[in-house]
């Protein structure tokens, strides 16, 4: 009896490590995240920071404008049409955007007459196109009429050379698809219209993070092994887990942004950017620009801005990963020590991805620079792909290394009280070596994240352990044969012969 209750121990001590591992995944969740969803977060922060990028006019005194255009944009892209912005590169007279081959000047002003106002000089049309043509000039929607016939007066005076017909008028003045107070409430923190307008833009970028983060996981089960409907289903989960994240990234980054955030961190990115100097300011914008390569004065401002919006989305998306944690400390489920530990591993897990995507991009960029046939584009975005897969993985592990010489995990706590209970059942119900194994692998199809976090969460521990593993040892215990006693008849033969036994050796 006691040889069978110390094997079932000896099996306990020697499975019990794979369980501990088991317990911990399970516990905590993804304390440390995966290289393949640091990369899928990592694009999504780094996609919405270049739209905080493109926001960083919004604003400023004439900000609805730059709102409207972004706007108009937007739609465009999302009905089908081939719509570019070309606006930043702030060529004189030159077109805000071209859509379907056609060059578009937004003017969003308070009223039909002043937005075409605004596109004359000293009494001359300024906006033209390179065969000569007048360029479409886009303004709100609820002041298109006016402008119309603003437009239809400037061309009865001769201010628009080459066009005498004030029916053109209406093939000038392109009707946008907002009013002047959507611009402005656009452009505005906490409109519905600004969380529209910043909705579509996350739902875009979640999309593609999904993807990428889907198609990473999915090629690193396969390498590792795993069946094609389980690693399916991985990745599956990792895509919806960052596109998600994404999507709230974009939101909340974006509407902080045009609360004030990016203002208030001018100052501390102007002071970086002084640090690394004009050089290291090219070499980093030029990688995530399009078009032509800027340097010295306006890179290091550039730089500057995409330093405070990836600030701002690498800092929400640590809470957005982190929300979960901070619940559950709420309601008991994990303690400090544990949600301080996780949030260190998600920061430190987005801080290294963010600075292997600009590493490895402004590599892969400089590569593609001197190879047609990848180009600085696609050369910036897989060395960024591949940096923030390499680095956020490491730096997540290192830190759990780190911490972990410091700040004990709960799933150990929860380890240690199911060893005892465990440990405590093996004797009560005398468990065989068989019977412990097969215990121990019931018990590792009860122990997923919701169990354990309520069993931290419980006022009696080992009652709750307890009550946890009854039904998978009872289940093993019902399993025995039955023993029948044996007859008075029989265990008077059977001592008679052991004390024969004990008599021969006696005398013997």
């Not at 929300?323 to 998600?346: E, M, P, W, Y």
């Not at 430190?348 to 001197?370: C, E, K, L, P």
Request: aromatic share 8%; proline share 2%; glycine share 10%.
């Amino acid at each position: 009896m006691m040889d069978s209750l110390n094997t079932a121990r000896q099996q306990f001590v020697n499975s019990l490590h794979s369980l501990q591992v088991h317990v911990q995944k399970q516990v905590l969740g993804d304390d440390v995240l995966a290289g393949e969803s640091v990369a899928g977060i990592i694009y999504g922060n780094v996609s919405n920071a270049s739209t905080i990028y493109g926001m960083d006019k919004f604003n400023t005194p004439r900000g609805h404008g730059f709102a409207a255009e972004r706007a108009n944009h937007l739609f465009d892209k999302l009905t089908g049409k081939n719509a570019a912005i070309i606006g930043d590169d702030n060529a004189k007279y030159g077109a805000d955007r071209i859509v379907d081959g056609v060059s578009i000047q937004s003017k969003y002003c308070n009223s039909g007459s002043k937005c075409i106002q605004e596109c004359f000089q000293d009494g001359k049309f300024k906006y033209w196109n390179t065969d000569g043509s007048p360029m479409n000039i886009e303004v709100p929607s609820d002041k298109y009429d006016a402008a119309v016939q603003a437009m239809e007066n400037r061309i009865r005076k001769g201010e628009v050379p080459g066009v005498s017909d004030i029916a053109e008028a209406k093939n000038i003045v392109r009707k946008g698809h907002f009013t002047y107070e959507q611009a402005r409430n656009i452009a505005r923190a906490g409109t519905v219209e600004s969380i529209i307008f910043d909705a579509a833009n996350g739902a875009i970028i979640s999309t593609t993070a999904f993807g990428v983060s889907t198609a990473l996981t999915f090629a690193t089960s396969i390498w590792n092994g795993e069946e094609f409907d389980k690693a399916l289903k991985t990745a599956t989960y990792s895509g919806l887990k960052v596109g998600g994240t994404t999507f709230v990234t974009a939101v909340l980054a974006s509407q902080l942004s045009k609360a004030g955030l990016n203002s208030a961190l001018v100052g501390s990115s102007e002071a970086v950017v002084k640090i690394i100097g004009p050089k290291a300011s090219a070499a980093l914008v030029n990688a995530f620009r399009s078009g032509t390569n800027i340097y010295g004065a306006a890179a290091m401002k550039s730089a500057a801005k995409l330093l405070r919006g990836n600030a701002i989305t690498g800092a929400v998306s640590v809470v957005v990963l982190s929300s979960v944690d901070v619940v559950n400390i709420f309601r008991g489920r994990v303690s400090g020590a544990q949600l301080f530990k996780n949030v260190a591993n998600t920061t430190s897990a987005v801080a290294g991805g963010t600075a292997g995507w600009f590493g490895g991009a402004t590599a892969g960029a400089a590569i593609g620079s001197v190879i047609p046939v990848v180009g600085t584009a696609v050369g910036g975005f897989v060395g960024g792909l591949l940096g923030s897969f390499a680095a956020g993985s490491a730096a997540g592990k290192v830190s759990n290394v780190v911490l972990n010489n410091f700040i004990e995990d709960d799933a150990n706590e929860m380890v240690r009280i199911i060893e005892k209970v465990f440990t405590q059942m093996a004797e009560d119900y005398l468990l065989t070596k068989k019977e412990a194994e097969n215990s121990i692998d019931s018990l590792k199809e009860l122990l997923n994240a919701k169990t354990l976090k309520d069993m931290f969460a419980s006022p009696d521990r080992y009652a709750f352990a307890r009550n946890l593993m009854q039904s998978s040892v009872e289940e093993e215990v019902k399993k025995r044969k039955k023993v029948h006693l044996p007859s008075e008849d029989s265990m008077r033969q059977g001592l008679k012969a052991v004390l024969e036994e004990i008599a021969d050796t006696e005398t013997a």
